[in-house]
């Protein structure tokens, strides 16, 4: 579609690049060998989906945005936003997100993009080829989704910086080899403006372990169990000043990099989990009957798994635009905060109308229903809350007071 604007002209174009394609292809072609009891087993047995990612990255396809030089794909967040919407409508719904964020996300785009040469030349091969592994480390119990209020404190240290705080909600520190480990070098208070002082350092997570500077405790939750989520200690940490990604005091610009991507990321989950509750709604609703036709030929079970399907669609767009925008190195925070905050709320609907849809049959663990809600309910007050996506549309968007 072309379209003029003045003096300029405008190529608007909805068709996935090949690249992209070839990602929805490869992965689709791995996952139509893992079905949904598959991921249902992971889940109630709390366990990594150790097959499907051996297969993801003996085929490559978890170093999608590692450079070309250092063994990747040489593809950006668009690619891995289509692979993780892939993996998630294949079955595994919110299980997926992980696959995704931890290690091509967290890991590989953030160090592509703000490592320094040493840290891209020892890091992103492995990550390439899913021998090394990341997490990543911003949340704090007393901020919580306050990220500019953070406390864990790196203090200068010689050539290096000694770290003490605490972290919660911390995902697969278990396996990780890396943490990228959010700190303040500046004191939140006396910061100025309040995104400066902020760093980000790399963590080698075996190391800290053994040195007793760095422990995990797992926290209890209703769903995502693929990855065990942790409460994180840090007691005087050393970390050389090598492993500063960016510059110190300056983290808030990688960081910005990271959450973005993130939300693109955890948006793509949302919405393959949305298509997989909406396919298992419509697979039953078109083979229960009761009164003498299936239950889906009535209008109250139809239409809103119909609403469903256009509410999918409309985020979708919002999803690959925000990724589009990221790759080009334009601002993106509005249409990843959009992308986040839609996507996740079809998710829910959709598995919201599929139980519905299933009646009392929807407790039974027979069917993946109680699964697809447990994930969707996450996924509108995690990472960030829809309180907060709205609240920053509303303030940096639409020019409202804002209420702090």
Known sequence: ?????????ITVDFTL????????RGVAGICSRYDLDYWERCEADKRWPEEIWAELAEGGWLGLAVPEEYG?????????AVATETLSASGSAGGSAFTYVLTPGFG????????NLRQREELLPGLARGELETCFALTEPDAGSNALGISTFARRDGDGFVVNGQKIWITGVQRATWMLLVTRTVPAAEARPRTSGMTVLLVNVPEAVAAGTLSFRPIQKMGANTTPSNMVFIDDLRVPSA?????????ALVLWDILNPERVLLAAS?????EVALRVAVRYAGEREVFGRPIGANQAIAFPLAQVKAKIELARL???KAAWLFDN????????????????QAAWEAADHAFQTHGGMACSLEYPVARLLADARIGRVAPVTEELLLNYLATQVLGLPRSF
């Open 1 to 9: 579609m072309t379209a003029a604007t003045g003096t300029e002209l």
């Open 17 to 24: 690049p090949e690249s992209a394609l070839a990602v929805q």
């Open 72 to 80: 990747g794909g040489g593809q950006g967040l668009l690619e891995l």
């Open 108 to 115: 590989a785009l953030t160090l592509a993009r703000h490592g």
């Open 243 to 251: 492993n500063v990604v960016g510059e110190v005091d300056q983290g």
């Open 270 to 274: 949302a919405l393959g989990a949305a």
């Open 318 to 320: 919002m999803l690959y």
């Open 329 to 344: 190195r334009r601002p993106c925070g509005t249409e990843a905060n959009i992308a986040k905050l839609t996507a996740s």
